[in-house]
Structure formats: structure tokens, C-alpha cells
């Protein structure tokens, strides 16, 4: 088959996963607002059934949109959250005739003289790419992210839709305005397609992390990588979740670590690791005994202007002191208008849930006797009530990361059953802390990294 031919196959199957990414959820919106239309009321379990059918069968981008917004505390209806969660965001793996061609693509067509050896079956599959175990020629394990044909034209056709899936919760009374998650849901999978500036969210973490003994983060190989191949050091572990039942001080070093890894690169430069899946981190040993963890993933990275920074700080220091003006200061300093006292005491009631651990200065669990399932939940229903009646509110699209990766982190937590002085540990990271500081240090670990600037930065 001549490339042309393959290009056309390539444009009839982006063509035909618009359409039918397009027709399903477009039906679901569509059966919503005419059950509204004709005065029935919506039945959100039917309808969240009917999404979860209408992208089941689909894989790659639309997967990584539709979990993603399911971990955003009431981005849409809870009985959508129960559902989206079910689906699987693992693309079918490349065989090994495409892996082939795809890298002779990304490093020229006598690829394998540069690698002692390449392994023919992927290591791990995702929804944007795939990795490959590789010795190179020096020896040193490797570890080789290669991203699917095409995903640029399914991701742009995948978040063509995302609006349509924000436009069924719209019609179902929202509590919150989501006009700018969209926004910042679309910048973050844009920049996952842009393996180079992985690499350089990889170099920065690897210098802002570089005197942490007890995290890893590995190498860039710069001569082996390109826009859409990332070459990295193998890095070799185990599976967090492996250690759930080890001891409570194993699992409180481990668990220190995943704190540092989070908190340390944002109150000091402003950047956050935007995706808290399990699957991004793994455990390493030192002859046997579980040292710390290896982060390793740096696709869904998030910076910061260090003003939202300061709002993060200043709020825990209005929630600590009882400070109200400081409290809507900090608000404010995010982006949230309008604010009247009745929104700002709702929103006290997430800010005092996710400030809650740091708060107190005593060794604690994150969340007393509640499961990951349940983590926020009770606190996620008494708000989505209380702004449906005095909302809606705008959600301020960098808000949309910080709050996901907060509550994913104390997921790992209450995982690994860990027990710590958060309080303390937080404050650690926060010591001395001076916004004109934060900004220069930014600016300079950006500069060294070759970070670019994204549309929001």
C-alpha cells in the first residue's frame, strides 16, 4: 500500500471518529434537554448510562478527556462521575511491524543501530502513546515513550466535543460555571501530544528535585528524542499500591516522599505534577528495603503565576487564623467574582476540607476512617447544594489542576493508610516563603529547563 493510500485510510478513520464521537454524546445532550423540553424530569442515572455507552467503545484521547473531568469535584453530575470511572483509558498496544515504522519515522530508518537493544512488545500502553524497554549503546536501561500515529487530529476531534459534554450539565442545573475548565482541560491534552516539552518538564523537575534523596526523577536522552519520541532512563520499581501493607514507617517514608514530590516544586517555583494516577509513580529499594518513589510521568505538568501561589498560602493562613478578609483576598487572588458572604461560606467548606490535615499540628491520617471512594465526597455534595442555590460560581481555570492533584494526592494517603504531621511538613515547604522570591526562582528554572511558556503562562 503506497503512503498516500495509508494517509487516506488515516483520514476516512479520523473522519469517522469525529462523526461518532460527535452522534453518541451529541444524542446523549440531545435526549437530555428534550426530556427537560418536554417537562419530564432528567434522569441522570439513565442519562450517565447513555454517555458511558456512547464512549465505551472508544479509546485514546476522549478517555483521557472523560476521566480526567471525572475526578474535577462537580464538573459534571455525580451519577456521570460513577460511570466514567468504569471505562478503561489503555489504548491497544502498537504491534511491533508499526513500532517499527513509527520510530524510523521519529530517528530515520536505521533506528536500531543507535539502541543494543529494543524490546518488541510495549511495556506499558496509555491513552497518547506507549513505552518500550531499550538498552542503549552504553549499556543504560531505557525507557522510550512513543506517541500513536495520528493523535494530534484525535485529540483535536476528542475535545471538539468536550464543550458538548460540559452542554449536558448545563441542562441539568449546575451549581458551578465550567466556561473556563474547558479551556484549561484543552491547554494541559495539547501539551501531553508535545513529547519536547516533556523533556524539558522533565529537566526541571529533575533540578528542582535534584537534592530530594528519596525521589527520583529520570534523565532526558536529548540524541534519542523528538516531538513525539521521549527517551528517558529506565527507572525501576514497584507498583505503589504493592506497599499498602507494609509497615507504618515504610509507608509513612513513602508516602513523605509522594508529599515532597507535590508540595516542594509548588510553594518554592510555582509547578505542580498535574496528574496524581497511581500509575505515574513507583517505588525503589535500596537492597530490599523501600527508599522513596520515582516520579514518572511529566506529560500534565501545571505552572503557575506565583500571585496564585501566594492566594494558596494566604488562604491557609486565613483558614488558620480565622482572617475572613485574608480568606476573600485569596479567593480573589485566584480569579472568583462576585462573591457574595453566602458563596464564600460554602466555599469554606471545600477550602476547610482540603486545608483540613494541614491545619492541625498533631500526627494524623488524611481523612479519619473514610475510604478513597468516599474522600471528599460528603463535603463535594453539601457544596454542589449550597451553590445551586446561591451560585452558580466561576471556577477559575488554574483552580481546575490544584484542586485534582490535591485530591488525588490524598488518595495515595489514605492508600497507603499513611500517618503524618502534615501540618508540619506543609509548613516546611512554605518557610520563608516571599512571592518575589518564588517568581525569580520560576523564571530562572524555567529558563535553565527550556521550558516554553503555554498559552497560560
Not at 80 to 104: C, D, N, T
Not at 272 to 294: A, C, E, F, K, Q
Request: aromatic share 8%.
Amino acid at each position: 500500500m503506497s503512503d498516500r493510500d495509508t494517509e487516506a485510510n488515516r483520514f476516512h478513520k479520523r473522519a469517522r471518529r469525529y462523526a461518532r464521537v460527535g452522534t453518541n454524546v451529541g444524542t446523549v445532550a440531545a435526549k437530555a434537554a428534550g426530556r427537560r423540553l418536554i417537562g419530564r424530569e432528567t434522569n441522570r442515572e439513565k442519562s450517565a448510562l447513555e454517555l458511558a455507552a456512547a464512549l465505551g467503545g472508544l479509546k485514546g484521547p476522549i478517555m483521557k478527556v472523560a476521566q480526567l473531568i471525572s475526578t474535577i469535584p462537580d464538573a459534571i453530575p455525580a451519577e456521570y462521575v460513577i460511570e466514567l470511572a468504569k471505562l478503561q483509558s489503555q489504548a491497544p498496544a502498537m504491534g511491533w511491524a508499526f513500532v517499527k515504522r513509527r520510530m524510523a519515522a521519529e530517528l530515520g530508518p536505521d533506528w536500531q543501530s543507535r539502541f543494543a537493544e529494543f524490546g518488541h512488545h510495549a511495556s506499558a500502553s496509555a491513552s497518547l502513546g506507549q513505552v518500550h524497554k531499550a538498552r542503549s549503546l552504553d549499556g543504560e536501561d531505557l525507557a522510550c515513550k512513543l506517541q500513536y500515529p495520528d493523535m494530534q487530529s484525535a485529540v483535536e476531534a476528542d475535545l471538539s466535543q468536550l464543550d458538548v459534554l460540559f452542554a449536558i450539565h448545563r441542562r441539568m442545573d449546575p451549581a458551578i460555571d465550567t466556561s473556563q475548565m474547558g479551556a484549561e482541560i484543552a491547554a494541559r491534552i495539547r501539551e501531553e501530544l508535545d513529547y519536547t516539552r516533556e523533556a524539558a518538564h522533565m529537566r526541571l523537575y529533575g533540578a528542582i528535585l535534584g537534592d530530594e534523596a528519596a525521589i527520583r526523577v529520570p534523565r532526558v536522552h536529548e540524541d534519542l528524542s523528538t516531538r513525539r519520541l521521549l527517551t528517558m532512563d529506565w527507572l525501576d520499581g514497584t507498583p505503589l499500591l504493592d506497599h499498602k501493607d507494609a509497615d507504618l514507617e515504610t509507608r509513612n517514608r513513602i508516602a513523605t516522599a509522594m508529599f515532597r514530590a507535590w508540595w516542594f516544586p509548588f510553594s518554592r517555583y510555582g509547578v505542580i505534577h498535574g496528574d496524581p494516577h497511581l500509575g505515574n509513580y513507583t517505588v525503589y529499594d535500596d537492597d530490599g528495603d523501600p527508599s522513596g518513589i520515582n516520579l514518572l510521568d511529566y506529560g500534565c505538568i501545571r505552572i503557575f503565576p506565583s500571585k496564585f501561589v501566594g492566594g494558596v498560602v494566604d488562604l491557609y493562613n486565613g483558614l488558620r487564623t480565622g482572617d475572613d478578609a485574608l480568606i476573600v483576598h485569596a479567593y480573589e487572588t485566584w480569579g472568583f467574582k462576585g462573591l457574595t458572604r453566602d458563596l464564600i461560606d460554602i466555599l469554606n467548606i471545600w477550602a476547610r476540607f482540603i486545608y483540613g490535615p494541614l491545619l492541625e499540628d498533631r500526627v494524623r491520617a488524611i481523612a479519619d476512617g473514610v475510604s478513597a471512594a468516599e474522600y471528599g465526597r460528603k463535603q463535594a455534595f453539601t457544596v454542589h447544594k449550597g451553590l445551586k442555590e446561591k451560585g452558580p460560581v466561576t471556577v477559575p481555570r488554574e483552580f481546575v489542576f490544584m484542586d485534582r492533584a490535591a485530591i488525588g494526592l490524598g488518595a495515595v494517603f489514605i492508600h497507603l493508610r499513611a500517618e503524618l504531621n502534615f501540618h508540619r511538613l506543609f509548613n516546611d515547604t512554605i518557610e520563608n516563603f516571599d512571592l518575589d522570591h518564588l517568581a525569580a526562582r520560576q523564571a530562572a528554572a524555567l529558563d535553565t529547563a527550556g521550558v516554553l511558556p503555554g498559552e497560560d503562562t
